[in-house]
């Protein structure tokens, strides 16, 4: 019998996916991570819960697993497979989501 891909993770939709994506620039910090879904969480509360993705007082994002964001070193934000604009980090996420973080050169 063949297995269905991707193989379904029991419980996985009580779960945001969080993937951090060095790319070529920083292929060592390239990870998952599943984040426990509560009610009203939003992208910024999931991108927080990893651990590794440091904010400002205003909101913005200032470093991701100790690589700091300058003007040589840019973040694109996903979700669900869609570029999501910094200033909608508030937005709230559904149990299943997939929100992606991906560090490039510029």
Do not use: C, H, K, W
């Not at 599943?34 to 904010?55: C, D, H, K, N």
């Amino acid at each position: 019998m063949p297995i269905p891909l991707p193989i379904p993770i029991p419980g996985q939709d009580r779960y945001v996916t969080v993937v951090i994506n060095g790319g070529r620039a920083f292929p060592q910090i390239t990870q998952p991570y599943y984040i426990r879904y509560r009610p009203g969480m939003t992208v910024y509360q999931a991108l927080l819960e990893t651990g590794v993705v440091q904010f400002s007082f205003g909101g913005q994002i200032v470093s991701v697993s100790g690589v700091f964001i300058s003007n040589a070193i840019r973040y694109t934000i996903r979700l669900n497979g869609r570029p999501l604009p910094p200033n909608q980090l508030y937005l709230p996420l559904q149990p299943g989501d997939a929100v992606g973080l991906e560090l490039y050169y510029v």
